[in-house]
Antibody, heavy 118, light 110 residues
Framework: EVQLVQSGAEVKKPGESLKISCKGSGYSFTSYWIGWVRQMPGKGLEWMGIIYPGDSDTRYSPSFQGQVTISADKSISTAYLQWSSLKASDTAMYYC???????????WGQGTLVTVSS | QSALTQPRSVSGSPGQSVTISCTGTSSDVGGYNYVSWYQQHPGKAPKLMIYDVSKRPSGVPDRFSGSKSGNTASLTISGLQAEDEADYYCCSYAGSYLYVFGTGTKVTVL
């Protein structure tokens, strides 16, 4: 069974750094791109970027380029999303999802809620 | 890269049909047959309902169907059921490893 399990909720202060994770199982982790999607409170889905764990090839949405870093450790089948300096506007639910055939997100993680507040 | 345009809400009575539109441009929806649709219940992760414009993953009821004409894709729910009440998002491939989601539509079952 394909599963993507994300790390737990985080509460941070503005300016702090953060790295959240997404662990894949039940499939060949290195053979599928993993994407990250943001959902701000009460708002819609926004595509942030994707990574191919096989070779760490990474592509970003222009809206998120330079704002976050996506990485992966294929040895432990885990993808990451990180911030070097959080802002209150980063408060959101973040989902990881497997990208099937480069065009549809077929399996999703349960989401990680990030709250940034002073 | 702007979000695809969806109606904010649609509603229907049980058993009726509703259609959600998803309008983009020739650079995304109109340029590729790679539109997917996602259902999201409150507090839950999105779920893939339609891919490649009109294909249904295993386990998705056949009352869900998709289509596309020009720069507009559509999701139709036939025989609306109470459990179909949720938010729905379209998503299109936009070339060069870029993707764009729609603004989202709340489906209400009256």
């Amino acid at each position: 069974e394909v599963q993507l399990v994300q790390s737990g909720a985080e509460v941070k202060k503005p300016g702090e750094s953060l790295k959240i994770s997404c662990k894949g199982s039940g499939y060949s982790f290195t053979s599928y791109w993993i994407g990250w999607v943001r959902q701000m409170p009460g708002k819609g889905l926004e595509w942030m970027g994707i990574i191919y764990p096989g070779d760490s090839d990474t592509r970003y949405s222009p809206s998120f380029q330079g704002q976050v870093t996506i990485s992966a450790d294929k040895s432990i089948s885990t993808a990451y999303l990180q911030w070097s300096s959080l802002k209150a506007s980063d408060t959101a639910m973040y989902y990881c999802a497997r990208l099937q055939q480069l065009v549809q997100f077929d399996y999703w993680g349960q989401g990680t809620l990030v709250t940034v507040s002073s | 890269q702007s979000a695809l345009t969806q109606p904010r809400s649609v509603s229907g009575s049980p058993g009726q049909s509703v259609t959600i539109s998803c309008t983009g441009t020739s650079s995304d929806v109109g340029g590729y047959n790679y539109v997917s649709w996602y259902q999201q219940h409150p507090g839950k992760a999105p779920k893939l309902m339609i891919y490649d414009v009109s294909k249904r993953p295993s386990g998705v009821p056949d009352r869900f169907s998709g289509s596309k004409s020009g720069n507009t894709a559509s999701l139709t729910i036939s025989g609306l059921q109470a459990e179909d009440e949720a938010d729905y998002y379209c998503c299109s491939y936009a070339g060069s490893y870029l993707y764009v989601f729609g603004t989202g539509t709340k489906v209400t079952v009256l």
